[in-house]
């Protein structure tokens, strides 16, 4: 998208000067928008901030929180009312709330709480049932005084269900089931439609953030979607938005340039340099002696292990990490494979070598696999090979790196060794004594005894694979 492009500095498009500068002027009219609900206790400010967390607007210090002594006070005589007990859940959720005014808030909601459920909200179109920013304050009230009042999130619930409940428009609907899920529904799909505009897929992005909805379709589509926003919001003009639409598409746009920069600055060099490093991050890796009062061992005992350290690797670098990416069916087969970057067009595989002998084995599975892998998808063009060396046969490592490097779907091959603090897994000697004859018990005793000499000691020295 040009508009992406030109704000990421793009120099090469003529026109990304153009497009960076129109980018830069929304989200400052956007901001001056937003800013404009920015006083204590101002429901739509209170709204803006709780969707904001954790994105800068330039030019704007919060000053929404209602548990000052000073609004607290004046509104005293207004403390049972909804806009309030609402604007109250909203301070309470603020990260910064405590002090005097929490505990005062806190007792208004268990005083005002009760008697509002109390009050029919279906009597007219003038309760808080109507109002968004009411709703989602309430609702953040009722997570708040869970242990206090566990019914009334039950009755909130249960209200929003009810047919009598008249939706405002798109952007409401989707805002209370945001809110069902809070309250304890089960996480579902959120429907994109044509006719949506972008304040509502906006707010459908913000929610798929929180995990209260799932965005469907593929990668492409997720991608195509979050172009649909920029692109549609860069045509508004944020004077004629309310404030939480603009709230809600001030943080799409920025989610989306910010992953949008990440993509250009980070590449599949960096990918392969972070995965290199595996074994030299490894040094932390807890395995304790028996000398300590309360060992900590992290045992690795499989591809599993492997594949949840990789995820924390991958997911701190790369927003966009699919766990086990589901590929197009071939034939009567279906593949899946370890990770997924879409941007970056990789697929992850990651293998594990217990002995030796594992590499052999290794070489065959992803030359039959990566063919399949890749055919009937326009997502992803390369694979990563990522093996795990359990029994540090470091004499095969650059055997298997060149048969893989060999194939035209690979384009790198990491080959990382166990650490020598992490011990063999106690079940493999006596999974080996069961199947593999006496001769091939005493070659892995033997194997044994050399990994589990003096701690600390070299990891190459004596780290023979397994004999076959």
Not at 229 to 254: G, K, M, N
Not at 275 to 297: C, H, N
Not at 332 to 342: E, I, K, M, N, V
Request: aromatic residues 6%.
């Amino acid at each position: 998208m040009t508009a992406l492009a030109g704000a990421a500095g793009h120099s090469a498009d003529p026109s990304g000067g153009l497009a960076a500068a129109h980018t830069g002027g929304w989200l400052t009219a956007a901001g001056r928008r937003i800013a404009a609900g920015n006083e204590p206790g101002n429901l739509d400010g209170l709204f803006t901030r709780h969707v904001l967390e954790g994105t800068h607007v330039t030019g704007l210090d919060w000053d929404v929180s209602p548990l000052s002594t000073q609004w607290l006070d004046d509104n005293h005589e207004r403390l049972a009312h909804a806009p309030v007990l609402a604007a109250l859940g909203y301070g309470l959720a603020l990260p910064a709330a405590a002090g005097q005014g929490q505990a005062t808030a806190r007792a208004a909601l268990a005083d005002g709480l009760p008697r509002l459920m109390a009050r029919d909200p279906f009597r007219d179109r003038l309760t808080f049932i109507s109002s968004s920013r009411q709703v989602l304050g309430i609702a953040l009230a009722a997570q708040v005084m869970a242990d206090q009042l566990p019914v009334f999130g039950d009755w909130l619930a249960d209200i929003l269900q009810d047919t009598r409940l008249q939706l405002a428009g798109r952007f409401q609907e989707l805002l209370y089931q945001h809110v069902r899920t809070m309250l304890g529904s089960e996480v579902a799909p959120v429907e994109c439609r044509p006719t949506d505009d972008a304040a509502v897929l906006a707010l459908a992005h913000w929610m798929a953030a929180r995990g209260t909805a799932r965005l469907p379709g593929s990668a492409d589509e997720q991608r195509a979607l979050q172009q649909r926003i920029v692109s549609e919001a860069l045509h508004t003009d944020p004077a004629q938005l309310t404030i939480p639409e603009a709230a809600v598409l001030y943080r799409a746009v920025t989610a989306v340039l910010d992953a949008s920069i990440d993509q250009m600055v980070l590449s599949r060099s960096h990918l392969g340099a972070a995965l290199r490093r595996f074994e030299a991050a490894m040094r932390r890796w807890r395995s304790d002696g028996d000398d300590l009062t309360s060992p900590i061992r992290w045992p690795i005992t499989s591809e599993r292990e492997i594949q949840d350290i990789l995820w924390l690797v991958l997911r701190s670098m790369f927003d966009d990490v699919v766990d086990e990416e589901t590929l197009p069916k071939v034939g009567h087969s279906t593949y899946r494979a370890d990770f997924g970057l879409p941007r970056l067009g990789v697929l992850i595989e990651v293998k594990y070598a217990r002995s030796r002998g594992d590499f052999k084995k290794i070489e065959k599975e992803v030359m039959e696999d990566s063919v399949a892998y890749l055919r009937g998808t326009s997502t992803y063009k390369e694979i990563v090979v990522f093996i795990y060396d359990e029994s540090a046969s470091v004499q095969e490592h650059d055997i298997t790196a060149a048969a893989l490097h060999g194939l035209d779907t690979v384009s790198d091959v990491i080959i990382v060794s166990r650490p020598s603090q992490v011990a063999l897994p106690d079940s493999r000697s006596a999974r080996s004594l069961a199947g593999f004859g006496l001769d091939r018990a005493i070659g892995l005793a033997d194997d044994l005894a050399v990994h589990q000499e003096a701690p600390g000691g070299d990891q190459g020295t004596g780290a023979r694979g397994q004999r076959t």
